[in-house]
């Protein structure tokens, strides 16, 4: 498809347990960030890569969050000890960098039991 | 599905009626402004957006209107359809800010047929 997809769709783990979700931005879209929606609230930013410069991590809530890109391509997102305050949406958008309009995918729902 | 902003604001429009939405953004180093369209189980959906040099920009049943002096942002769409029905979310970004979102709380449309 042409847009953001983003993969699981849905995940159900146990707290404690390590998470990893994956987004595969826009072709061509060098700029990628993700984001934290939790139920009923706007979104957080998290973290923001830019062709290979070095990502702007400053919305990483803890140490147990981490990200990484492949080149202008496909990135993961990794939860590590997982919390129950981890529970959200966890969203990615591309862009071509600068200014215009990023572009959402549908997110990961995330559920830590 | 889960739903988004169950403790939005909400405005209640009669179909065919036009709609304001408003937003007061708290960076008044933003030079970037967007409207989203979120309807549940989806990522936000781009709108429209304008940039800082600018007081208002039309789009197809849409407008945003930049009030620079206040930091206020609003939302016109004329005749409102069923179809509108979902969380409207503003968001600001700069530069200077490497262009990451800065998303404000959201407004539940409902249109009424």
């Known amino acids: 498809g042409a847009g953001v997809s983003q993969s699981p769709s849905n995940k159900v783990t146990e707290k404690g347990k390590d998470v990893e979700l994956r987004c595969d931005p826009i072709?061509?879209?060098?700029?990628l960030y993700w984001y934290r929606q939790r139920l009923g609230q706007g979104l957080e930013f998290l973290i923001y890569f830019q062709g290979n410069s070095a990502p702007d991590k400053s919305g990483l809530p803890s140490d147990r969050f981490s990200a990484e890109r492949t080149g202008e391509s496909v990135s993961t997102l990794t939860i590590q000890r997982t919390q129950q305050e981890d529970s959200a949406v966890y969203l990615c958008a591309s862009s071509l960098g600068g200014p215009p309009p990023q572009h959402f995918g549908d997110g990961t729902r995330l559920s830590i039991l | 599905g889960e739903s988004v902003g169950l403790h939005l604001p909400t405005l209640s429009v009669q179909e065919g009626d036009n709609s304001i939405i408003n937003c007061a953004y708290s960076?008044?180093?933003?030079?970037?402004f967007i409207w989203y369209k979120q309807e549940s189980g989806k990522g936000p959906q781009f709108i429209i957006d304008i940039r800082s040099n600018m007081d208002k920009r039309q789009g197809q049943r849409v407008t945003v209107l930049l009030n620079k002096t206040v930091k206020h942002l609003s939302l016109q769409i004329a005749a409102t359809q069923p179809g509108d029905s979902a969380v409207y979310f503003c968001a600001e970004t700069s530069n200077n800010a490497g262009n990451m979102l800065t998303f404000g709380g959201g407004t539940r449309l409902m249109v009424k047929p």
């Open positions: 072709s061509g879209h060098t700029a």
């Open positions: 960076n008044s180093a933003s030079d970037y």
